[in-house]
Nanobody, 121 residues
Framework: QVQLVESGGGLVQAGGSLRLSCVAS????????MGWCRQAPGKERERVAI???????NYADSVKGRFTISRDNAKNTVYLQMNSLKPEDTAVYYC???????????????WGQGTQVTVSS
């Protein structure tokens, strides 16, 4: 089995920073792309950032210049550094990863359980 566990969420004032982490564990053979999405109350889940296995990154326009995604392949971990946070960044943040498992040798997306980020004005 594979698990993704996020951490680092919390309450922060506008203009502040948070760093989210997501660790993948289990019967992992390899990890391709990793990323973060978020879902605010009453809104659809939206892609925030993604990073490929070769560290190519892509960001939603709403977070460009403020958020930075990175990964540590040795630790099966993806990070999201969030600076200059705004109240509209308030959401549950989910990490996801394209993982090939040892047993099945198949690749599919796995999701974490989410971590709440609240930005007060």
């Amino acid at each position: 089995q594979v698990q993704l566990v996020e951490s680092g969420g919390g309450l922060v004032q506008a203009g502040g920073s948070l760093r989210l982490s997501c660790v993948a564990s289990g019967s992992i053979l390899s990890i391709n792309g990793m990323g973060w999405c978020r879902q605010a109350p009453g809104k659809e889940r939206e892609r925030v950032a993604i990073i490929s296995s070769t560290d190519i990154t892509n960001y939603a326009d709403s977070v460009k210049g403020r958020f930075t995604i990175s990964r540590d392949n040795a630790k099966n971990t993806v990070y999201l550094q969030m600076n200059s946070l705004k109240p509209e960044d308030t959401a549950v943040y989910y990490c996801d990863a394209e993982i090939t498992t040892i047993m099945s040798r198949t690749t599919r997306a796995y999701w974490g359980q989410g971590t709440q980020v609240t930005v007060s004005s």
